[in-house]
Every structure is written in structure tokens, then in C-alpha cells.
């Protein structure tokens, strides 16, 4: 028997397909050329990569998540992931903030994350720096996205070899970080995280997301 999806359209209205059709048409949208093969990197460009984030909890995720990933390949990152969530309190910054020495060493001994030194001890001074950002600005996310007055930049790229590795924007924000004490947030790292969190719509203008972010 053939299983049924339902799927909401505009108006509230709402149809049923078989999920052998619903594949098919996932199959045959146009995606960012850098996601296509692996479906965990096309649910993540599906569902979250470029989608604007404001909220405080989620903006730190991807700053943990995109520190570790500096010098290796994202993927890395998202299979990892839950492993991050896991060990890391839930990426509460709050907990992360007063780690002691005990903590570090069990991260060091926990195969399932990065077991680098300096990106964890970087994780516990980012997260001090992102509280203080909070007590100055009222939110991370007022402080990031008032680089952007708030609202998201969209770019019209045709091709991931058009998209750069960082912009003049992306060393400004990532110098003020780094004054602020925040580490591992070069401009190449910040650019990545103004991607995923949708300060910059990066996604290919033939890509079905495009215009849906």
C-alpha cells in the first residue's frame, strides 16, 4: 500500500499525494550545486541553510558548529552534529560559559565531536563573550543583524563558483567579534555563518529555495 503525504498549500488548504510522487518531485527540484548527493546535506539545504535566524539560542548553535568546522568540511559538521547538541548541554551558552577544567577533559576524551583543544577552550570563551554582547546590545542577534539593518542580503549568484569566501562585511563583523574577545571567528568562518543564518541569501538564483527564504 502506497503511503500518503498531506501537504499544506496557501489558504490553509491541503492535499494528499503518494509518497512515491512526493520523492519524485523532491528529485526534481533544482538545488544549491554544493548539497546534491548526500541527503543529509540536501535536508540541511532544504529545511535550514539561508532560512533568517533571530533568535539568540539557534545564532549560537552555528557560531559552536561553525568554529569546529573552520579548516574542515561542513558535512563533517552535520554528521556530528547531535553529538555537538549532546555533550555541549543542548549548545546552552549559559552552561557553556562556566566549564571547568573537568568538562574540558571529558570533551577532549569524546570521539562522537571535534576533540580539538583550542576550538573547545574557544567555545567556552565565545560563549562569556556572546553573554556580554547580550548585556550590551540586549540580544546577540540585535548586535549581528544591525550589520545588516536587520534585514537579509540577497545575492544573485548563478553558480557556487561565484560565491565568495568572505566580503568586506564578513572582515568587519569578524574583526569586531574578534575585539570583543570572541576566537576562531575569522572573516572566512563569519561569512559561513552569515550564510547558514540567512544575514545573506547565498543560495543560487536556479535553486527552488531562492525565493522561498
Sequence with gaps: ???LIFINLPQGNIVYISSIIFKTLQMSKHRCGWCVGDPLYEAYHDEEWGTPIYD????FEFLILETFQAGLSWITILRKRE????VFD??????????NQNKIDSLLQDA?????KLK????????????KIQDEFGSFSKYLWDFVDGKPVTNKFKSLSEVPANTPLSDTI???LKKR?????GSTVVYAHMQATGMINDHEISCFRYKEV
Design 174 to 176: 569578524s574583526k569586531d
Design 90 to 99: 543542548g549548545f546552552n551558552y549559559k552552561k557553556i560559559a562556566k566549564y
Design 56 to 59: 539568540d539560542d539557534t545564532l
Design 120 to 131: 573547545i577552550n574557544a567555545t567556552i570563551t565565545n560563549a562569556q563573550a556572546f553573554m
Design 181 to 185: 574577545g570572541f576566537k576562531f571567528v
Design 1 to 3: 500500500m502506497t503511503n
Design 112 to 116: 562522537g565531536i571535534i576533540r580539538n
Design 83 to 86: 553529538n555537538f547538541r549532546k
